[in-house]
C-alpha cells in the first residue's frame, strides 16, 4: 500500500544526483517526468485511502504517502523549469487530469458509499490499479535502455529501492494477509528486479559523457 511511495521517500535523498545533474546542465536532457508524475497521482490516492473518513487507523499509510506526495511536487516542478515548453506542455496535461480524476474518485466516494468498508474497497481498487502503474511506468526508460544499449537515463538508485521497497512489502503483506497490498507489491519487485538485470546487462555498452565521473551514482534507474 505504501509501495512505490515510501522508494520515492528514500530515492528523494538518495537519488539526488540526477537533480544536481540537471541543475548544473539546466536542462532536463533525456530524463523523463513519467514516474515522478505517475507517483503523484499513487499518493494521492492512497493519502485518500488512508483517511479516517475511508480507512480509519490508517496513520502509516498517510505519513509515507503524504511525504511521498511532497517530494514528487518538488521534483516534477524541478522538472518543469528545466524542460523544453513540449514536456512543460505535457506535464501540465497530466497534472490537470490528475486533479480532475481524484476531485471524481473524492466526491463518487462520499457521496455514493457510505460505510467506510465499502469505500475502503472501492477507493483500494483504484489504488492498487494506479500502485501498478506506478511502478510499471518505468516502462518508457527500459524501452529506450533496450533501444539504444543505454542505461545512461535510467536511475540505479530508484530501481534499486523500487526493487527493495517492493520485497518489504510484499513480506508485510504476507504477515498481514493483505490482498490490496500484496497485489502491487508483488509486481512491483517484478518490476525493479527487471530494470536491475537491464542495468547489470547494458552497463557495459553505455556511453557515459566525459564529465560522467561517477555514472553508477548517477544513473536514474526505474523511470516509473
Excluded at 46 to 61: A, M, Q, R
Excluded at 144 to 173: C, D, Q
Amino acid at each position: 500500500m505504501l509501495s512505490t511511495n515510501a522508494i520515492r521517500t528514500i530515492v528523494g535523498i538518495i537519488g539526488s544526483p540526477t537533480f544536481i545533474k540537471i541543475f548544473k546542465l539546466k536542462s532536463v536532457e533525456e530524463f523523463k517526468p513519467d514516474p515522478y508524475v505517475a507517483t503523484i497521482l499513487n499518493c494521492a490516492m492512497w493519502v485518500f485511502y488512508g483517511l479516517p473518513i475511508v480507512h480509519p487507523d490508517s496513520l502509516l499509510i498517510i505519513t509515507i504517502n503524504g511525504v511521498g506526495l511532497v517530494i514528487e511536487g518538488v521534483f516534477v516542478t524541478i522538472f518543469f523549469i528545466f524542460s523544453n515548453n513540449k514536456k512543460r506542455k505535457r506535464i501540465c496535461f497530466y497534472l490537470l487530469i490528475e486533479i480532475i480524476f481524484m476531485a471524481a474518485v473524492v466526491l463518487i466516494t462520499l457521496l455514493v458509499f457510505q460505510t467506510t468498508q465499502k469505500r475502503s474497497m472501492f477507493v483500494g481498487i483504484l489504488a492498487i490499479v494506479f500502485n501498478i502503474g506506478m511502478y510499471t511506468s518505468p516502462l518508457t526508460v527500459m524501452r529506450m535502455v533496450i533501444k539504444t544499449k543505454s542505461v545512461k537515463y535510467m536511475p540505479f538508485t530508484l530501481s534499486l529501492f523500487n526493487f527493495l521497497n517492493g520485497v518489504v512489502w510484499v513480506i508485510y503483506a504476507l504477515l498481514k494477509f493483505d490482498i490490496n497490498v500484496l497485489i502491487p507489491n508483488g509486481l512491483g519487485t517484478l518490476s525493479g528486479l527487471v530494470q536491475l538485470i537491464l542495468y547489470a546487462w547494458f552497463y557495459r555498452t553505455t556511453k557515459w559523457d566525459e564529465d560522467d565521473k561517477a555514472p553508477a551514482q548517477q544513473v536514474q534507474l526505474s523511470e516509473i
